[in-house]
């Protein structure tokens, strides 16, 4: 099992930027990938960004790629979303998660935080 939190949304005017921190607990952090992925109101949860086991291989949605850096730190178990350049579209709530095996699909991915909400005022 692995628990993971999430912190760092809140309220931030368009331009602006957030910072997401995911942090986990329980089996060992580096054996999964890890996901960001994004649910606003009335819309089906969407993948963000990914990052590999190691933190060398990243991928991200067409909408937030060179906007959003994904990163983690497996000495310290925990993964980060950094969001600049926010747009109100940008506003949902973000989830981070871990997968073994998973892609860009949420069902692929086995654990999920409770989510932070994001709001990007216009």
């Known amino acids: 099992q692995v628990h993971l939190v999430e912190s760092g949304g809140g309220l931030v005017q368009a331009g602006g930027s957030l910072r997401l921190s995911c942090a986990a607990s329980?089996?060992?952090?580096?054996?999964?990938?890890m996901g960001w992925f994004r649910q606003a109101p009335g819309k089906e949860r969407e993948f963000v960004a990914r990052i590999s086991r190691a933190g060398i291989v990243t991928s991200y949605a067409d909408s937030v790629k060179g906007r959003f850096t994904i990163s983690r730190d497996n000495a310290k178990n925990t993964m980060d979303l950094q969001m600049n350049s926010l747009k109100p579209e940008d506003t949902a709530v973000y989830y981070c998660?871990?997968?073994?095996?998973?892609?860009?699909?949420?069902?692929?991915?086995?654990?999920w935080g409770q989510g932070t909400q994001v709001t990007v005022s216009s």
């Open positions: 329980g089996r060992t952090f580096s054996n999964y990938v």
């Open positions: 998660a871990a997968t073994a095996l998973g892609d860009r699909q949420p069902g692929t991915y086995d654990y």
